[in-house]
């Protein structure tokens, strides 16, 4: 069995997964967005400390798994730097004390292993990743191979969920909130235009977008609820548009085999409809992960893994480095 740490950005979580079956046996997730919402963003520092109580208590529930374990697996990157190092310097610990070797593991590439839980990988794959951090169409030949075809200039996906819930007053995160109002809400009702309409670049945008909602809610003195719930619809058709006009011209030449959607906002239902129609006009099946594998986890992390320690890529424990991306993962408050 693998054990494997997740601690990037607010979610505390660790999991046991099973290496002749990709079983997952054990998942626990400690989240900290009630502790973030009060700041309207996360704030790297007080998540550090709350991983600090969280993961141990965690880690106290698998001890039974202790003598089964043949690795410990680790995100080190991509995230806050400051909340990788309370993962990363649990798994050390426990490599030590436990005599076990090390895998890091790259968040990203752990997210597209969320399609896998329980499962054998298909590749080739084609993903797009939402998320908080990132906004990626990736080509997946395998753990390895993996094309970047397109990413954001700006904002990411999700971010834009929730800075545009920010304007509105809506709690951190804001974007499953904004796909729930956006259900009520006239999605015609505010014309935002498309990012990037003009443009023949092969890149993702948000902050233009972003800027458009808030000279539109700028504009209204008092916002009702009816109001709330039409901005919401009409964001969420204009950044969902978006997406889809950027990922039609990308594949415009190219075949896919199958299409996957990763990423805490690949649980939005409204963006997995219009990717439902893509891949059908494709001929491709769409993969999702189930819903509580779309946001940050460990169980991602530990079926990642269990290919990692496959393919024999362990690290020592001085090789073992935490590369932080805090530029993109922090939600300025
Ligand atoms: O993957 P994730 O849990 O963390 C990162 O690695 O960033 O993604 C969190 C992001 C947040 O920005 C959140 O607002 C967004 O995913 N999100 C959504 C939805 N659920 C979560 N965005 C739009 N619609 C949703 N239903
Ligand atoms: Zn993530």
Avoid: W
Avoid at 64 to 90: H, W
Avoid at 207 to 217: A, D, I, P, T, Y
Wanted: aromatic letters at 8%; one cysteine or more; a neutral charge.
């Amino acid at each position: 069995m693998i054990l494997s740490i997740e601690s990037s950005c607010d979610d505390s979580s660790i999991a046991i997964t099973r290496l002749s079956d990709k079983k997952l046996l054990f998942h626990k997730k400690i989240s900290q967005d009630a502790e973030h919402a009060l700041y309207g963003g996360v704030v790297p520092e007080l998540a550090a400390r709350l991983h600090a109580l969280a993961l141990p208590k965690i880690l106290e529930e698998t001890k039974p798994y202790f003598q089964d374990l043949k690795a410990i697996a680790v995100t080190n990157e991509p995230g806050l730097s400051v909340t990788l190092v309370e993962g990363v310097s649990m798994a050390k610990a426990l490599s030590v004390a436990l005599n076990l070797p090390l895998l890091g593991i790259n968040h990203l590439v752990g997210h597209i292993y969320s399609l896998f839980i329980d499962k054998e990988t298909t590749f080739p794959l084609d993903i797009l990743l939402v998320s908080g951090g990132h906004t990626q169409l990736l080509h997946v030949k395998n753990l390895e191979h993996i094309e970047l075809l397109a990413t954001t200039m700006d904002d990411s996906f999700g971010e834009s969920f929730d800075k545009v819930g920010k304007m509105l007053g809506l709690p951190y995160p804001a974007g499953p909130i904004i796909e729930a109002y956006a259900r009520k809400g006239n999605e015609k009702k505010f014309d935002f235009t498309i990012p990037l309409l003009a443009s023949k670049q092969m890149a993702f945008s948000y902050s233009g977008l972003k800027n458009q909602v808030r000279l539109c809610v700028e504009a209204h003195e008092n916002l009702d609820e009816q109001t709330i719930c039409d901005i919401c619809a009409s964001f969420q058709r204009i950044a969902v548009a978006h997406l889809m006009r950027q990922i039609k011209k990308a594949y415009k030449e190219r075949a896919i085999e199958r299409f996957g959607v990763v990423g805490g906002a690949s649980a939005n239902l409204y963006l997995r409809g219009h990717l439902e129609a893509f891949c059908a006009s494709k001929k491709a099946p769409l993969l999702t992960a189930k819903m509580e594998f779309c946001s940050d986890n460990a169980a991602m992390i530990g079926r990642c893994a269990i290919d990692a320690y496959e393919q024999g890529k362990f690290t020592t424990l001085e090789a073992l480095k935490i590369r932080g991306s805090s530029k993109d993962m922090f939600i300025k408050k």
